[in-house]
Every structure is written in C-alpha cells, then in structure tokens.
C-alpha cells in the first residue's frame, strides 16, 4: 500500500497540513518541525503525488523545451541554461526536438498544452505563431528562444542579432582582401540562415569588386558540411573565405578542405563559421566564429518565464536581444 501524507503526519506527530507546508516550502514552520517531517518521509519512504498536487494546482511544475535539433551543441548549451536557472526557480525543463518538423513541433506543442506546463519555450521551425498563440491563449506562457520580433510575433522572445552576426563575419575577411566568399547554409527557409545571409551581403555590398556565391544545403550537420566543402574543392577557381551558417557545416568543410592537403586552411581559404559552440577552439585548424550566448539565452528565456507568472513581466522587457561577438582564430587568418 502506497504511504500517504496522513501515515507522514501520524509519523511526525504534526498534522496534516504542516507536512503540505513543508512540502510546498510554505508557511513558518520550525527548524525542529522541519526535521521531524523530513526525517518521516524518509523513513516511510513517501512520495508525493504531483499528479494530484498538479490537479489542484492547475498547473505543472514543468516548463517545456522545443529546439530544431537536440544533437546540435547550440541548442545543448541553451538547454543547459535553462535548466540551471529552472531549477533556481523551483521548476524543471522538459526537453524536446522538433527535428525541424512541423508537425512533430505541433505534436510537442498540443502535448504541453494537455499537460498544462507552466511554460513553453520554442525555437519554431517556421510559422508556427498560430500553434504558439493557441497555447498563450490557453495560459500556457510562450517564449520565443532564438527568434521572435523580427518574425512578426508579439510573443516575449530572446534572440541575437543575426543580421549583424553575418556582418560580424564577413566584413573583417574583406578587410584582409578575401574577395571570393561562399556562403554554406540551409535550409533558406530557416530565419537564422536567412538572416546570417543577409548580413553577409550588406558587408559585401560595402565593397565594390568582392562577391557572394550561396551554397544551400538541407541541413545545418557536419555531413552537410563536408558534402558542401568537396564541392568546393573541386571548383576550378577556389573562393578566398567561406562563412558557414554555422559551426557544425564549418566543421565539415574544414574536414573537406584538408583532408587531400592540397586546401591549405587559411592560407588558400579562410574560414568562419557559427555559435562558437564548445569544441570550435580545439578543431585541427581553430575555428574563428560568431559567438552566441547559448547558455545566457536559455537562462533568460526562463527568466521571463518565471516573471509572467509572477505578473511582474512587462511589454518593454519582453523582448530581448542580445549582440554577437566575432570570436577570431587561426581558421580566418587573422
């Protein structure tokens, strides 16, 4: 037979409703009290039943977490975030991987709902406000990680600045005389590519002979990179610098680039990619990169969480935008 909180109070020698205080951290209850009960629940063994707690409460403990891909150390280090600062606030994140799938995201999104998660927080695929305002106009709070104003919603949202990050990246290769850059990025569908393609072209519009030439490729992974980065070394012309939508493509076009060792990386092609995710600094050539704050982003992203719950969250801290950093290493030449 399972314990119940009744068998903790007779236990204790406290009633029924210092047991809930304690469990709820809340009240004034005494240190002794405290102890008492504590010490019952681990000799009974009880465990409280959260799905009850839950039913009462209308509201679960969990907030919910929908990245693009799970396997991608960007998302890894925002979902490391935003479990440090959860846990902080009494919550726990419930982690989960759309694959860039609409319809897994909606599934994702309809289950949270059905589960009345205190949050949702999302880096959407695509489209997907109408999913998103559902779930907001059924309680459930909704923040927008990696995305948000600049779609059109009017969702609360943390972001970087991806547009300046493409600029951040290209501009200090032009300086040093690159003039042939390649963009390596895709889907163009996904606003961060777009974004970070459209950055790299106003830096190449600021000088007059330099050009952009767009590789697309279907996925932002080291496959991908390495498919884009043969391409590239079979070109009979080879372009100066390659910007990489991101740090996994960079990764597999520098494997492309010099695994034959007739690419010499920077000197024949320099290289940018990124997030600065962990293991960029330790690549055979040292990966130059555009840094995001993954970790901050997911800390905030809670934060703002917690804050409407609380009522304290206004419309003018609802959205924030953090600034890139170029992160400059060996792969650039600089």
Request: no cysteine; aromatic share 4%.
């Amino acid at each position: 037979m399972a314990v119940t909180i009744r068998d903790v109070a007779a236990r204790a020698g406290v009633s029924v409703g210092t047991v809930s205080n304690v469990l709820n951290d809340r009240g004034s209850v005494n240190e002794a009290t405290v102890a008492a009960v504590r010490g019952a629940i681990r000799s009974l063994g009880y465990v409280r039943n959260d799905a009850a707690r839950q039913l009462r409460a209308g509201r679960s403990r969990g907030i919910g977490l929908v990245v693009l891909d799970v396997a991608n150390p960007f998302f890894a280090a925002v979902a490391r975030g935003a479990e440090s600062r959860a846990a902080e606030g009494g919550r726990m994140i419930l982690l989960a991987s759309s694959e860039q799938d609409t319809d897994r995201e909606n599934a994702y999104l309809e289950l949270f709902l059905e589960q009345r998660l205190s949050g949702v927080l999302i880096s959407p695929t695509g489209d997907s406000h109408s999913a998103l305002h559902r779930l907001r106009d059924a309680g459930v709070p909704v923040v927008v990680v990696d995305g948000g104003a600049e779609d059109g919603s009017t969702l609360p949202s943390v972001s970087v600045d991806d547009v300046e990050g493409g600029h951040l990246a290209v501009a200090p290769l032009l300086e040093r005389g690159r003039r042939r850059i390649v963009f390596v990025g895709g889907p163009l569908s996904t606003r961060q590519v777009a974004d970070r393609l459209e950055g790299a072209r106003r830096a190449i519009a600021e000088v007059p002979d330099a050009q952009l030439d767009v590789v697309t490729r279907g996925d932002l992974t080291v496959l991908e990179g390495r498919a884009a980065g043969e391409q590239i070394r079979e070109r009979r012309l080879l372009p100066d610098a390659v910007f990489a939508a991101n740090d996994l493509l960079a990764v597999g076009i520098l494997q492309a680039l010099t695994m034959t060792g007739n690419v010499r990386v920077p000197e024949d092609v320099a290289l940018v990619g990124y997030d600065d995710i962990d293991f960029a600094s330790a690549t055979v050539v040292p990966l130059t990169s555009v840094r995001q704050p993954a970790e901050m982003m997911g800390r905030t992203a809670v934060d703002l969480i917690l804050r409407y719950g609380e009522g304290t969250l206004s419309g003018q801290d609802a959205a924030v935008r953090f600034r890139p950093e170029l992160v400059v290493r060996a792969s650039s030449g600089g």
